[in-house]
């Protein structure tokens, strides 16, 4: 076995096959780009190397530095991960010049699967199943249109260069194909720098279900089950599981028949997956093959008991296949979630930040999270948004969804918008219970998927005032400097005579409340209502009960920002004061991004005397300027970013001693 081998990626890839290859005794090499200095693939790894700034084609896509580095190390083989250079067929081809194993399929077999109509030719020629249409070479507008009349409406041109749902169009009727094949042509050309297209039969109902193949060097090869991926959004996967629900045992062996025969055509080695749309008539189609190690392995891992890296390790080194097709056994049920660093609400917006608070479920038996990350993190504009990919396992799938639903709800990040709420609302959805899985799945069920808040508005700002109450008190009892910000709040410390006042902006809102403690029980006053509160601060987890109902959230107070999670849902809100005085920033002394966006201009340098209410900074984010303004009269100590820079909210832009005799 391999004794050393490098990993040309980051993220949970990097650290999934890391975890595996420590399993089995085997070193690993990290490398790792500016942005990654810190990251988790780098501390987990045996070595890291540096292989340049953050861009990835700058650093992951630097093919010749991989190898030079794979030589300079000792590493054996080289392992990919998915995206990058995994379906790279130069990068396959160095570094077998190099006498370095690529741990992944023959070049040529990259190479055959990378253009729609070769790959479809073969796989006719292998028997397995496709669409009916067209996928031939003579693509004369006369030929193309009496394929379209052949095939029936409606149909679907693909562009042959295309993948992954890009360069696709649904043709309804014939009078439409000329005009449709002219403009999709045009696409295709600029697109992909092919202007060549296929024909097929649109299905319109079609679920995702793919076969997890492995070949060995000896031709050898078998499948381990399926895997259903039909909830998409816009091509991304967001939740897959396996088995596929519904499928009939003589379906999933047809299917896996075919893919491994599809595999064996291209003479493929290593893990594979083969792509089918599969109709709700029974009947399926190869669709693509994708020649790695996919994101959404680990669900074939929970049902078949098999490590697949463990396999692919194996398989490279020139061992059999560990199992015979009739010892691959499937038990249960897994489901995986991509929780991503998005806003659902803007469109699914990519977001970036700090992941200033992070706590994950925890792992067993039925909980497996794959990440890259950990808590102080941040998720930069540079690489894919996954933060991380929950699985779950059960026997049952009602039982795993259950099991998603409460992972989901103890997944909790503040810092970067986050798509748990989302995930939480898609897993705990009747239609999904139900298994209705097509691809339209997302876009024919928005009504349930972006739920109303659970917590009413009242419930969640008297609970946001209890946590701040009792955090500070916590902070009180401990803090003995006279000059920390918690010990100047001794107005917190209240007693029957006083109502403490606190307002909370919650959006555009504000919210007055009063707050009234008699012997560790308080009144809380809003909007009107009164409501008895009494609670118990552990850590981050409050339990309060409200007018006689216990609820409990878990919360992260960060500045004026606070964050509480409740099922899945997160309330956020921020300590409100009409004007940062000069009191506030005594203990501060610095100045921080309110949003992620781009230095405009730095209107300050070190050393400037300025006045309270001065402009120091532009930043513009959403097209819109924003200025950061002294909060007191003081002296520019440092200055942390220049002008075009991006920054990430909470950043500290500039740091200001405040002049003495103003604090006094
Ligand atoms: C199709 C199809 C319906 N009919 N082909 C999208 C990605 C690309 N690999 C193939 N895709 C599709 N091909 C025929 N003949 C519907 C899709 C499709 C889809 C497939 C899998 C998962 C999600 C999808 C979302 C939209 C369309």
């Known amino acids: 076995m391999f004794s050393k081998i490098l990993i040309a990626n980051r993220g949970e890839i990097a650290c999934r096959i890391i975890h595996t290859a420590h399993r089995m005794g085997i070193r690993c090499v990290a490398v790792y780009s500016d942005a990654d200095a810190d990251a988790r693939h780098v501390a987990m790894a045996d070595e890291a190397f540096h292989i340049g700034p953050a861009p990835s084609s700058e650093s992951y896509l630097k093919a010749d530095k991989i190898i030079e580095i794979a030589k300079e190390s000792g590493a054996q083989a080289i392992h990919p991960g998915y995206g990058f250079l995994s379906e790279n067929t130069q990068f396959a081809e160095a570094c077998e010049a190099n006498n370095i194993v690529f741990i992944g399929p023959p070049s040529s077999a990259i190479a055959a699967m990378g253009s729609k109509s070769a790959a479809k030719a073969i796989m006719e020629k292998a028997g397995v199943p496709l669409v009916p249409g067209y996928h031939g070479d003579d693509q004369s507008p006369d030929t193309l249109r009496q394929e379209a009349e052949k095939c029936g409406f409606p149909l679907l041109l693909k562009a042959v260069a295309g993948g992954g749902g890009k360069g696709m169009r649904v043709v309804e009727r014939m009078e439409d194909v000329d005009d449709a094949l002219a403009a999709a042509k045009r696409e295709s050309k600029n697109a992909f720098g092919n202007p060549d297209m296929l024909i097929e039969r649109y299905l319109t109902q079609p679920r995702h279900v793919e076969i997890q193949v492995f070949c060995d060097q000896s031709g050898k090869g078998v499948y381990l089950a399926e895997r259903d991926c039909s909830v998409q959004r816009r091509h991304?996967?967001?939740?897959?599981?396996?088995?596929?629900?519904?499928?009939?045992?003589?379906?999933?062996?047809?299917?896996?028949?075919?893919?491994?025969?599809?595999?064996?055509?291209?003479?493929?080695?290593?893990?594979?997956?083969?792509?089918?749309?599969?109709?709700?008539?029974?009947?399926?189609?190869?669709?693509?093959?994708?020649?790695?190690?996919?994101?959404?392995?680990?669900?074939?891992?929970?049902?078949?008991?098999?490590?697949?890296?463990?396999?692919?390790?194996?398989?490279?080194?020139?061992?059999?296949?560990?199992?015979?097709?009739?010892?691959?056994?499937?038990?249960?049920?897994?489901?995986?979630?991509?929780?991503?660093?998005?806003?659902?609400?803007?469109?699914?917006?990519?977001?970036?930040?700090?992941?200033?608070?992070?706590?994950?479920?925890?792992?067993?038996?039925?909980?497996?999270?794959?990440?890259?990350?950990?808590?102080?993190?941040?998720?930069?504009?540079?690489?894919?948004?996954?933060?991380?990919?929950?699985?779950?396992?059960?026997?049952?799938?009602?039982?795993?969804?259950?099991?998603?639903?409460?992972?989901?709800?103890?997944?909790?990040?503040?810092?970067?918008?986050?798509?748990?709420?989302?995930?939480?609302?898609?897993?705990?959805?009747?239609?999904?219970?139900?298994?209705?899985?097509?691809?339209?799945?997302?876009?024919?069920?928005?009504?349930?998927?972006?739920?109303?808040?659970?917590?009413?508005?009242?419930?969640?700002?008297?609970?946001?005032?209890?946590?701040?109450?009792?955090?500070?008190?916590?902070?009180e009892v401990i803090s003995t400097d006279p000059w920390s910000p918690f010990a100047r709040q001794n107005s917190w410390r209240m007693n029957s005579e006083y109502a403490q006042p606190l307002q909370l902006q919650v959006g555009d809102d504000i919210h007055d409340l009063k707050i009234l403690e008699r012997d560790d029980r308080y009144q809380v006053y809003v909007g009107g209502s009164v409501y008895n509160l009494t609670m118990r601060l552990d850590d981050d987890y409050l339990q309060a009960v409200i007018n006689g109902h216990r609820i409990s959230v878990h919360g992260n107070l960060h500045n004026d920002q606070l964050v509480l999670f409740y099922e899945g849902d997160t309330f956020n809100c921020t300590l409100y004061k009409e004007s940062y005085g000069f009191e506030e920033m005594a203990g501060e002394g610095s100045l921080a991004a309110p949003m992620n966006g781009a230095i405009v201009a730095v209107q300050a340098k070190v050393g400037d005397k300025v006045k309270a209410g001065q402009s120091l900074v532009i930043m513009e984010a959403m097209k819109m300027e924003h200025a950061i303004k002294a909060p007191a009269d003081g002296v520019v100590t440092d200055i942390f970013f220049a002008e075009g820079d991006q920054v990430s909210e909470g950043a500290e832009l500039i740091a200001i001693e405040v002049t003495e005799e103003e604090a006094g």
Not at 308 to 333: D, F, I, M, Y
């Open 236 to 475: 991304q996967k967001v939740l897959e599981e396996a088995p596929a629900p519904g499928l009939s045992e003589e379906t999933r062996k047809a299917m896996g028949e075919a893919a491994v025969k599809a595999a064996q055509a291209i003479n493929y080695v290593g893990a594979g997956t083969v792509e089918f749309l599969y109709d709700v008539d029974g009947s399926f189609f190869f669709m693509e093959m994708n020649t790695r190690l996919q994101v959404e392995h680990p669900v074939t891992e929970m049902v078949t008991g098999q490590d697949l890296v463990e396999w692919q390790l194996k398989v490279a080194w020139g061992e059999p296949l560990p199992l015979e097709q009739s010892q691959v056994k499937t038990r249960g049920h897994a489901l995986e979630a991509r929780i991503y660093a998005e806003d659902p609400d803007q469109d699914f917006l990519p977001a970036t930040g700090n992941l200033r608070y992070l706590s994950t479920p925890d792992e067993s038996a039925h909980v497996r999270v794959d990440t890259g990350v950990t808590e102080g993190d941040d998720i930069s504009i540079h690489y894919d948004p996954m933060i991380a990919k929950l699985i779950v396992w059960d026997e049952t799938r009602d039982q795993a969804i259950n099991r998603m639903v409460q992972a989901l709800e103890h997944y909790r990040i503040a810092g970067v918008k986050t798509n748990i709420r989302f995930l939480h609302a898609l897993a705990d959805a009747q239609p999904f219970r139900e298994a209705e899985l097509t691809t339209g799945f997302i876009e024919d069920h928005r009504d349930l998927l972006f739920p109303k808040s659970k917590l009413d508005t009242h419930k969640a700002l008297v609970l946001a005032a209890g946590f701040v109450l009792e955090q500070r008190k916590s902070r």
